[in-house]
């Protein structure tokens, strides 16, 4: 072989090669599928969310809002709470009370006034022995 008729063979080799790889600026056309399965979406690469472009001070800027929003969400959640249960606690201290009255005047009905009296300071300073 001649030097000419390598040099027409290697130009040759290199202009088939140039045609089969896609150049850097063209995008690659997905054709049909060969196991026909054209419904199922394509798969795409992996790309990890630190490569969207946020950077740490950014990621940590929107965590330490995220701890404060939470924070404050959860001290209204408390005091909302402790308001419900302050609230119960008043209803429960209003029936005792009506109950103590109600049946404080069945036991006058059937008693002198003075002896019922006299049952209701002992009681109140039985009760106040009992809280110590």
């Known amino acids: 072989m001649t030097t000419e008729a390598i040099t027409t063979t290697i ?3 290199t202009e088939t ?3 089969m790889k896609p150049q850097a600026g063209a995008v690659a056309v997905a054709g ?3 196991n026909g399965k054209n419904w199922k979406p394509l ?3 992996f790309r990890p969310k630190t490569s969207t ?3 740490w001070e950014q990621r940590r800027k929107l965590r330490t809002t995220l701890e404060a929003t939470k924070a404050k969400e959860k001290e209204m959640v408390e005091e909302k709470e402790a308001e419900r249960v302050r609230k ?5 201290e209003k029936r005792e009370k009506k109950e103590e009255k109600e049946r404080y005047e069945k036991l006058a009905e059937k008693m002198h006034v003075k002896r019922v009296e006299r049952l ?3 009681e109140k ?3 106040a022995l009992k809280e110590r």
């Open 11 to 13: 130009t040759a080799a």
């Open 17 to 19: 090669e140039r045609e």
């Open 32 to 34: 049909v599928r060969v």
């Open 43 to 45: 798969k795409t690469a």
């Open 53 to 55: 472009g946020s950077t």
């Open 88 to 92: 119960v606690q008043l209803l429960k």
């Open 120 to 122: 209701r300071r002992r």
């Open 125 to 127: 300073r039985n009760k």
